[in-house]
């Protein structure tokens, strides 16, 4: 049976502090702020934290990603004190709320989720990322946008880890996120190629071994009707002139066409992720 907080009124003295944290007054922040600091010295704390976050579904969304936010503060300061039991419960938690309807939510489990992978590794984690993997054929759009919002942080995040670990997940990973440039969400395409454009630089093999697919969907996606889409591909092909100039050159001329005219995108970063590429053939 998984873990119940053990006091109500614990429960609620906690929640409490959230919603007064979020006062416009300085001098009652700073009271909160330290009344929260202080209740760090108990191990279960930071299960309340991830209980408000993955469980109060009724809550305020304000007050459960605030939460997961401070939750995530005390791991990025002392992770390597919380007890093995805390640990494997906010692990199974943040998987267990991937799918939750709310977006900010979902965006909070994943900061939470990359924050542990970076104070500890994947191998202390090993069910991760098939996991995320297997949620991303999920029919359930939540649940698989929170887990590409989750592989997106980690490959942003830990891009290192990912291409050097010994089970080699990126041999599975990158051919996945090309199959998705072609998803029918646009928020779930931008993810994908969000996902990859971080193996460009670094040429990761598993990336440039599948060059050719990732070349031929990310030309698809040049006309999106999604600005973060575009924004990414214009990213994709700015580093790929960088990196790998010689399997662009036989496409040169409609990539050149191509940014001239997103070079004049109504979106403005779209606009200046195309002007980045003027400047890297200069």
């Not at 093999?205 to 924004?231: G, W």
Request: hydrophobic share 40%; net charge negative; glycine share 2%.
């Amino acid at each position: 049976m998984s873990w119940q907080p053990v006091q109500a009124d614990g429960l609620e003295q906690i929640l409490t502090l959230l919603r007064q944290s979020q006062s416009p007054d300085t001098q009652i922040q700073r009271q909160v702020q330290a009344r929260l600091e202080s209740l760090n010295q108990y191990p279960d704390f930071n299960k309340y934290l991830v209980y408000i976050l993955t469980k109060l579904t009724d809550e305020q969304e304000a007050t459960r990603s605030l939460s997961g936010l401070i939750l995530k503060n005390n791991a990025k300061s002392h992770y390597e004190k919380f007890p093995d039991e805390v640990r494997s419960y906010i692990k199974q938690e943040c998987l267990s709320a991937l799918g939750d309807r709310s977006p900010l939510i979902r965006a909070t489990v994943g900061i939470l989720i990359t924050t542990i992978v970076t104070k500890g590794s994947l191998e202390q984690w090993p069910v991760l990322l098939e996991h995320l993997y297997t949620c991303l054929d999920s029919p359930n759009i939540n649940l698989c946008e929170g887990a590409f919002g989750a592989l997106q942080k980690i490959c942003e995040d830990s891009a290192d880890q990912l291409e050097n670990a010994p089970s080699q997940p990126l041999n599975v990973l990158i051919p996945k996120f090309i199959q998705f440039f072609l998803h029918s969400q646009p928020k779930i395409r931008s993810h994908a190629i969000a996902c990859v454009n971080e193996f460009i630089t670094p040429r990761a093999t598993a990336l440039m071994s599948n060059i050719d697919r990732f070349l031929e969907n990310l030309f698809q996606l040049a006309n999106d009707t999604d600005s973060d889409v575009r924004k990414h591909v214009c990213r994709a092909l700015v580093m790929l002139v960088e990196v790998r100039i010689e399997r662009l050159i036989p496409h040169m001329q409609q990539i050149i066409e191509y940014m001239l005219l997103t070079s004049q995108d109504s979106d403005d970063a779209v606009a200046l992720e195309a002007c980045e590429f003027w400047l890297m053939i200069a």
